[in-house]
């Protein structure tokens, strides 16, 4: 086995453990958040992508058992997805039925794992995406049938990894400087007006 193809995450039961293993083979510690909602549901996400590498999970099973077997299982069930999603989506208010009711589905995307980053510099019209640094798409195209049948928009895939690792570097770029991070907690939070916002747009 390359250790260019070895990842290893670490849960929270003895995450020590695996900084040493990873220090002594060479290898950096995987990218993975591992913690609990405030109900004490346990939250899994792993941040980068994995396909294809052989993963190793270290937790131990010590006190308190049960908490340190749901942690593993959910990390298991997350290595096996190995998908680690971004989502950039324009957070300026243009349509206002639009934005909340985009804004109503984040509760489902957040308890799925992905990742959501709100774009305030200008709006954000273009659609493009990079999957595993080897695809691309940019173009204006809507995630609907009326947008490529009626509206005549498109969108050119390329397949080719340095325009794709362009491409992202320049979407964490924008990430970076003009975007604000959804937070699960926060969104949980909101007020009672934007819920029932997000209620009456998406109804």
């Known amino acids: 086995m390359s250790q260019s193809n070895l990842k290893i995450l670490a849960g ?13 083979i060479g290898v950096p510690l995987g990218q993975a958040t591992v913690t609990s909602f405030p ?3 346990t939250f899994v996400k792993i941040n980068e992508n994995i396909r294809g590498q052989d993963v190793y999970i270290i937790q131990s099973t010590c006190p308190p058992t049960n908490h340190h077997l749901v942690e593993l299982l959910i990390m298991i069930d997350a290595a096996r997805r190995g998908v680690a999603v971004t ?4 957070g300026r208010v243009e349509y206002l039925l639009l934005h909340y009711a985009s804004r109503a589905l984040y509760g489902s ?4 794992g992905v990742e959501i980053h709100e774009y305030h510099k200008s709006f954000l019209h273009a659609k493009v ?16 049938p009326l947008s490529l049948l009626l509206a005549r928009e498109a969108n050119v895939v390329v397949r080719d990894d340095d325009f794709a690792l362009t491409l992202a570097a320049r979407l964490e770029q924008a990430i970076q400087v003009g975007a604000t991070r959804v937070e699960s907690t926060t969104y949980a939070q909101r ?3 934007q819920r029932v916002m997000d209620a009456f747009a998406s109804g």
């Open 12 to 24: 929270n039961s003895n995450r020590p453990l695996a900084e040493a293993i990873c220090q002594n």
């Open 129 to 144: 995406a990079v999957i595993d640094g080897r695809w691309a798409t940019v173009g204006s195209s809507n995630l609907d």
């Open 109 to 112: 995307l957040l308890q799925a």
């Open 39 to 41: 109900d004490g549901e």
């Open 191 to 193: 007020p009672v007006w």
């Open 87 to 90: 989502l950039l989506l324009q």
